[in-house]
């Protein structure tokens, strides 16, 4: 069970998305960053419109795959290591916050959540958040509450709200 961001990119048409990304990326001095596409004879745009989705691929196990309603970030990051090291917490968040220009909240989830296919099939931040809230109800109130003990076991429930 990995880290997940979800982020709400309705407002923005797809070139100007695509230029954002570029200039958060390229800035990335840490890491490198390619576009992963489908079919390698096609534009990065054919490919987002043919497809519905494109990704970008980074050196350290993350993918953002760009959807016609939704971006999703994925880390291969521990999500109980996400819950419960700070330092771990600060510099995913502090990532994400580099999309603000696309969205100002991202929802934070395990993997297990297994969003990517809202992503594909091009569901809309509302539908996410009423399916969230049918399923955990209200958002959490802090990240490390999504993290509890219960009969000498741990276990992650809900998701978080963050602004950006």
Not at 93 to 107: D, T
Request: glycine share 4%; net charge negative.
């Amino acid at each position: 069970m990995n880290f997940t961001a979800i982020f709400n990119r309705e407002h923005m048409d797809t070139e100007d998305l695509i230029k954002v990304i570029n200039h958060i990326f390229e800035t990335d001095k840490n890491k490198q960053w390619y576009w992963y596409i489908d079919n390698e004879n096609m534009s990065l745009l054919e490919n987002y419109y043919f497809f519905g989705y494109i990704k970008l691929i980074g050196s350290h196990g993350q993918e953002l795959i760009i959807g016609k309603y939704l971006l999703e970030y994925d880390h291969l990051i521990n999500w109980k290591l996400f819950l419960l090291d700070e330092k771990i917490t600060q510099q995913l968040r502090e990532f994400c916050s580099r999309l603000r220009n696309i969205s100002p909240y991202a929802i934070y989830l395990p993997s297990e959540y297994d969003f990517v296919n809202d992503v594909f099939e091009a569901q809309k931040w509302r539908d996410v958040l009423k399916k969230l809230h049918k399923d955990f109800g209200d958002p959490v109130a802090t990240i490390q509450s999504m993290f509890a003990q219960k009969d000498d076991s741990w276990y992650s429930y809900g998701y978080f709200i963050d602004e950006l």
